[in-house]
C-alpha cells in the first residue's frame, strides 16, 4: 500500500449516522485489527481493537496536533490528528504503523508497538519550524538528498535502515555518508561551474581500512525539474516501499534544518539533477590536502579543486 492508494480509502469513508466515529479496516491482511477512522468533523484517526483481557499500558495524550487514548470500555486505542496541516504526515505515520505491525499476532505486542509508534512520531506533528536554510545550504542539503535516494533505489547489499544511518551530513562529521567499507564527500554545484570548494583538510581524508570517494552532484535551475517536497516524497516512497523506519529519516530531516511543516516554503527553487560523478580520492594521485600532507600547526585549511583535473579519477557517472 501506498500514500495513493491509503487516500483514496480515507475518501472512501462516509459518515453517517450516529455513531461517534465511522471506521474502515485498513487492511484484510493486517493481523491486527488496525481501522481508519472518522469523527462527526470530518477529524482523522487511527483505531486498533484490543482483544479483551488484553493487558494495556495506555494514558491519554493530548498534544497540540496529535492525541492518543484508551478506550477501555470499547477495547480500542485511538490515535488523532487534530490539525489537517499534517494530513500528508498523518499518512506517512500510518503506513509506517501499518506495515510495522500488521503480521504480529499477540495483541500484546502489536498493541505495545502501537503507542511506541505514536511516541516516536509525535515530535513531528509539533508546530513552528526551524528558520529557512540559505539557498547555498538548501543546495546542499538537496545533493545529499539525491545521493541518499540513488543508494535506496540502487544498493543490493545494505537493507534501507543502514543507508539510513549511513547519512551523517545532518550531524556534521567529517564526511556526508559513513558506510561500513566506504565514506562519501558530497558536493554539490552547477553544471557549469569549473570548481569545488573543500573546507577542511578532513574532508578527504579516509578511515584507515575504508575507501572514500568524492560525489559530485551537478544540478542545473529548472521550471520542470525538482523541488525538495518532491525529492522528500520520493525518499520516503522508497523507504515504505522496503519496509524501512521512517521515522529515522523525518529525525535526520530535522536535524538537518527541515522539519515537517518545511519543504513546501522551498518550492521555489526547482532543480535539474544532469549527473552524479564518482571519484576515486584514495588514488595516491588524487589532488587533496590532508591532515597528513600538511606541516603541524596548520589548521582549518580551504581550497578549490578543478575539475578537469579531477576527470582522470572518475570511477562511475550516473544519470538518475
Not at 487516500?7 to 481508519?36: C, H, M, N, T
Not at 540559505?134 to 535506496?152: A, C
Amino acid at each position: 500500500m501506498n500514500a495513493g492508494e491509503l487516500e483514496i480509502k480515507w475518501k472512501s469513508i462516509v459518515f453517517g449516522g450516529a455513531a461517534q466515529y465511522r471506521s474502515l479496516r485498513i487492511s484484510a491482511d493486517s493481523f491486527p485489527e488496525l481501522y481508519l477512522a472518522l469523527d462527526v468533523k470530518g477529524n482523522r484517526y487511527l483505531i486498533l481493537q484490543v482483544p479483551d483481557k488484553t493487558a494495556v499500558d495506555c494514558s491519554t495524550i493530548e498534544k497540540e496536533n496529535l492525541s492518543l487514548e484508551w478506550f477501555e470500555e470499547k477495547r480500542f486505542i485511538l490515535i488523532g490528528l487534530r490539525s489537517i496541516r499534517f494530513l500528508d504526515l498523518f499518512n506517512d505515520l500510518t503506513l509506517s504503523l501499518y506495515n510495522r505491525i500488521k503480521d504480529i499476532q499477540s495483541p500484546e505486542h502489536y498493541s505495545r508497538e502501537f503507542i511506541h509508534v505514536f511516541h516516536k512520531w509525535a515530535e513531528f506533528f509539533e508546530d513552528g519550524s526551524s528558520g529557512l536554510l540559505p539557498e547555498s545550504d538548501l543546495k546542499g542539503l538537496f545533493g545529499e538528498l539525491i545521493v541518499l535516494r540513488w543508494y535506496l533505489a540502487n544498493d543490493q547489499q545494505l537493507s534501507v535502515n543502514q543507508i539510513l544511518d549511513a547519512w551523517q551530513g545532518p550531524f556534521n562529521r567529517a564526511q556526508d555518508f559513513i558506510f561500513p567499507a566506504l565514506n562519501l564527500e558530497v558536493k554539490t554545484k552547477n553544471t557549469d561551474e569549473m570548481n569545488i570548494r573543500i573546507s577542511s583538510e578532513f574532508q578527504l581524508e579516509e578511515e584507515p581500512g575504508k575507501g572514500l570517494n568524492l560525489v559530485i552532484v551537478n544540478l542545473n535551475k529548472q521550471e520542470d525539474g525538482l523541488t525538495l517536497r518532491a525529492l522528500i516524497a520520493d525518499i520516503r516512497e522508497l523507504i515504505m516501499l522496503k519496509a524501512g523506519d521512517l521515522s529515522v529519516f523525518m529525525k535526520l530531516l530535522a536535524r538537518a534544518g527541515v522539519k515537517a511543516a518545511d519543504p513546501e516554503k522551498y518550492d521555489e527553487f526547482i532543480w535539474e539533477i544532469s549527473n552524479l560523478s564518482f571519484y576515486n580520492c584514495t588514488d595516491l594521485q588524487f589532488p587533496r590536502i590532508t591532515t597528513s600532507t600538511i606541516m603541524d600547526g596548520i589548521s582549518q585549511v580551504g581550497y578549490r579543486l578543478n575539475m578537469r583535473v579531477l576527470e582522470t579519477f572518475l570511477i562511475n557517472k550516473f544519470t538518475p
